[in-house]
């Protein structure tokens, strides 16, 4: 079966378009088919046909009726008022290809076919073909049994790749990446060719154009709503693909209500302004979001927002609730504060369904007895923090849902809602989105790493409410890192949790990566050694002509990255560095913690402050399932760090580097 895109048309389509591409399926796989679908570009042709060995044909697909069929002869004779057969199909590809502005044009053919009229009558309408023009074919071309054949219509000779990028290029744009929106290492023969824009992969246009016909027929909420998962290793061009469908189904429904959500501010930012440079402005009908960000911007006008305990504040009253509650047992603080956090992820709970609640994938067990102590010292938390008038960012998303079960609250109601870094996003953040999707012809789109998140050690999307049987995309190959970078990343989660076999976590693809220079470490004395040091190369870096946006520095602690930012400036000048959770993409040298770094690339990453996540897994205080938790969490924020470089990446280590660093960097 010939090889389409995408899988299937809108049925709004016009008759002849879609037997035309019913056509195509019985063709072998040696075809390449795409559709024309950028709405932006109405005059063009319907299809591109290219074979395995680039053989490339331009197909326009007429709706003339036999009647319209005027033999030649008598054309001669009788002036019309109605043009000619063909020549609105000949006048689209005519203009198409000389868009193309090829060197060497005789390789490339066109064809217009005419599903409604008989070979012999479209033969016995055309005066003439003169040299340069389209082929015609007849219907039977569309008939499995006919002895016309696709072949026939096809150059003698094949394309080569540049030419065939070309064409792709002008066929379809709605998958043409700028170089300002991928850090992708350049590549010399595209350059030496004048290419300096990219195409996204074969796989990744597969998933931008999955199921994008939604109004194909009525489908109700209660039942069941439009879903599509993408899950790709870090650099696949998740967030590519989309910003790319987001583009192309703003165009075909702009009456629709579209709401765009991530879990970090800088990674919203990000996507915003990527958008915006994409499309060439922001249209009114997308909201983009955090998830905590739309919760604030929808909360009730009748209800007090309270805003969220701080980090320490909330630190302080776990630790005085599990002193009260927790301290004789073996449940350390840490794990308390953890177990709090679960359970104001899941969907509300009572007693009875926490003893039973499947915990899988939460790093330590309970017994019952603990789990009736743990509930007892949460219940005195909530107790706590209502005498505070306080509560914890947990609270936000249970707040919306008692909201809505009181009916206190309305959501809007929203037909595309695509979800970015989505390993991230709690069930009961799902939950909530799924009651904001409009109840007729709803869309869901999620793109994700599980590497990075929660799909390990038993958790899976089901556990999210979400059934992904039939309904995701694999995307194993990254397109944004070196192969040095994505092997050193790999071989440090691998050593570090080699118990991690679960199905969803993601094997990269090694195969055609662009090779690139070996990771660094930079071992220091001190923390203050370290912020000195790597100001100084961001520094060095911009003498020797680096741009400062190409630069982003993740550090492990909020006041760490605090003190990158006065320190870059100092060395650079004023705003030369600013933290990205709170300014839009600029040139400046990006800073925020590793935590908000999910979703963002650079060319140059720099690691830093990795020292107090190492030591934090070896304090004494710590029970092994609670350990083995940390480490787990560590890893994951540190692949996810180092796979956000597109070209060089950099760590800084103080003190002794810890055995699973030096064989990672060894190794790769």
Same mark, same amino acid.
């Given at each position: ?81 109605? $043009? ?31 599903? *409604? ?182 909360? $009730? ?65 309970? *017994? ?98 979400? *059934? ?43 195969? *055609? ?144 580097? $810890? ?10």
């Amino acid at each position: 079966m010939a090889h389409i895109l995408p899988e299937a048309l809108p049925q709004t389509m016009p008759g002849e378009v879609l037997r035309t591409f019913r056509a195509f399926k019985a063709l072998p796989d040696t075809f390449y088919i795409w559709h024309h679908l950028a709405p932006w570009q109405p005059n063009a042709p319907d299809f591109l046909l290219i074979t395995q060995q680039g053989h490339a044909l331009l197909i326009k697909v007429s709706s003339a009726a036999s009647v319209q069929a005027a033999p030649a002869a008598q054309l001669r004779l009788l002036a019309s008022e109605n $043009p000619p057969l063909g020549q609105s199909e000949n006048q689209v590809l005519s203009t198409f290809v000389r868009l193309l502005n090829f060197a060497s044009i005789g390789n490339l053919e066109t064809l217009v076919i005419f599903p *409604n009229i008989p070979q012999q009558q479209v033969l016995a309408s055309r005066l003439e073909r003169l040299p340069g023009e389209p082929q015609w074919a007849g219907r039977e071309l569309l008939q499995s049994d006919s002895i016309q054949s696709w072949e026939s219509y096809l150059p003698s000779t094949p394309l080569d790749m540049v030419s065939l990028e070309i064409l792709r290029q002008q066929f379809t744009p709605e998958i043409v990446i700028p170089p300002a929106m991928t850090v992708r290492t350049a590549e010399p023969h595209r350059l030496k060719a004048g290419l300096t824009d990219y195409l996204l992969e074969y796989n990744q246009e597969a998933a931008l154009k999955a199921d994008l016909d939604i109004e194909a027929e009525g489908q109700a909420l209660s039942t069941d709503f439009r879903l599509n998962i993408i899950n790709g290793v870090a650099g696949s061009g998740k967030t590519l693909i989309l910003l790319y469908r987001l583009r192309l189904l703003c165009h075909y429904y702009p009456q629709k209500r579209f709401l765009v959500l991530t879990h970090n501010r800088p990674l919203c930012r990000d996507l915003e302004t990527r958008f915006a440079r994409l499309e060439g402005y922001l249209p009114d009908n997308i909201e983009w979001r955090t998830f905590n960000g739309w919760c604030y911007h929808h909360w $009730p006008s009748d209800q007090r927002w309270i805003e969220p305990l701080s980090i320490n504040k909330r630190r302080q009253v776990i630790d005085m609730i599990w002193k009260k509650h927790l301290s004789g047992t073996n449940i350390s603080a840490s794990m308390f504060c953890s177990e709090i956090d679960w359970i104001k992820d899941q969907l509300p709970m009572d007693l009875t369904d926490y003893l039973s609640v499947d915990r899988r994938g939460r790093g330590f067990g309970l *017994n019952p007895e603990q789990r009736r102590r743990i509930w007892t010292a949460i219940e005195a938390y909530e107790l706590t923090l209502q005498q505070k008038h306080a509560l914890d960012w947990g609270d936000i998303p249970r707040f919306m849902w008692d909201f809505l079960q009181n009916r206190s609250l309305s959501l809007p109601l929203y037909d595309f809602i695509l979800i970015d870094e989505a390993q991230f996003f709690a069930p009961i953040w799902i939950a909530l989105i799924q009651k904001a999707l409009n109840p007729q012809n709803a869309h869901l789109f999620v793109v994700a790493d599980p590497t990075q998140g929660f799909l390990g050690r038993g958790s899976s999307w089901k556990s999210l409410g979400l *059934n992904a049987r039939g309904r995701s995309h694999q995307l194993r190959r990254s397109y944004r890192t070196t192969r040095e970078i994505m092997q050193f990343a790999t071989l440090l989660y691998r050593s570090r949790l080699s118990d991690e076999l679960d199905d969803d976590i993601l094997a990269p693809d090694f195969f *055609n990566m662009p090779s690139g220079v070996l990771p660094i470490i930079i071992p220091l004395d001190s923390s203050q050694d370290e912020i000195a040091r790597v100001a100084n190369e961001v520094a060095e870096l911009v003498k020797r002509g680096e741009h400062r946006k190409n630069i982003l520095l993740l550090h492990a602690d909020g006041n760490g990255a605090k003190a990158l930012v006065q320190a870059v400036n100092r060395r650079l000048g004023k705003d030369a560095a600013m933290d990205a959770k709170d300014t839009y993409p600029g040139n400046y040298v990006r800073i925020t913690t590793l935590n908000a770094g999910a979703g963002l690339e650079s060319p140059i990453v720099f690691l830093v402050g990795l020292r107090d996540l190492f030591e934090g897994e070896q304090s004494l205080r710590l029970a092994d399932d609670e350990r083995e938790s940390i480490r787990r969490d560590n890893t994951r924020k540190i692949y996810m760090a180092a796979t956000r470089a597109g070209q060089r990446l950099v760590i800084t280590y103080v003190g002794d580097l $810890p055995k699973e660093l030096k064989l990672a960097v060894s190794s790769s």
